[in-house]
């Protein structure tokens, strides 16, 4: 199956792209990544823009609310912001379904999620903490979370949360290895259709392969999210760290 190289890839002709990885909460360091973004477009004047978020915006982070308020404004104002669900996503949208104690939900960071809600989850039942936290998140967040894609894709890039199943045509990949999927793709080293920008898998910077960009730098813990910025055929880093700091961009 024919594969293209990060080096060669490129974006569709007078589109510039943005992905920015997991946020889990970080509504400082996504305002910040924001503001940056706006700021370059403000001065450069692309003839059009793509904003993607690759997902994972809920959870073990301090303000999850008020990041999913933030994109769903985003989206309102402008169509070119694109939201991705993360397994973090279907993670709430299953505790709120059917709570469980022993869900990813609950043991991995949903109560940071539901305090940003104010609802604690830790105190009653499991059943009577998903219907506080179903009675508190507000229905355009309801419908922001029932309406994340899967998977975008744009000139040589195929933008996921976590990755995709090699081999398989990626108009065919399941919902569930597109948000969920780890070894099989992190060590797959040959050539995929396109360069798959994922987030999901932390570590302490952008990892950038041959095949794949991976952007989990951890934000809710290490205070630094990252994103990828694409034009034609030139590619970046932006990395926004706490208090606001751009750092300096990456080839």
Known sequence: MAGI??????????????????????????QAMHSAIADEIARDRP???????????????????????????????????????????????DFLDRPDADGLFARYGGDATARSYGVDI??????????SLAAAIPARHMEFLHRLAFSE??????????????????????????????????????LHPKIVVHGHTPGPEAEIRPNRVNLDTLAWSSGCLTALAIEGAKKRILEVREGGRLSAAKP
């Open 5 to 30: 190289h990060f080096l060669d890839a490129q974006a569709p002709a007078g589109m510039r792209l943005y992905a920015i990885g997991d946020v889990h909460g970080r509504l400082d360091l996504l």
């Open 122 to 131: 830790k105190t009653g039942s499991i059943e009577e903490a998903g219907a």
């Open 47 to 93: 003839t059009d823009w793509r904003i993607i978020h690759l997902g994972d915006y809920v959870d073990r982070g301090p303000d999850s609310a008020g990041v999913i308020e933030f994109l769903v404004e985003a989206g309102e104002r402008d169509r070119r912001h694109l939201f991705l669900a993360g397994n973090h996503e279907i993670g709430l949208l």
């Open 153 to 190: 894709s744009f000139g040589d890039f195929f933008f996921c949360h976590a990755g995709i199943r090699p081999g398989v045509p990626l108009e065919q990949q399941s919902e569930r290895d597109l948000v969920w999927i780890r070894d099989e793709f992190l060590t797959y080293s040959d």
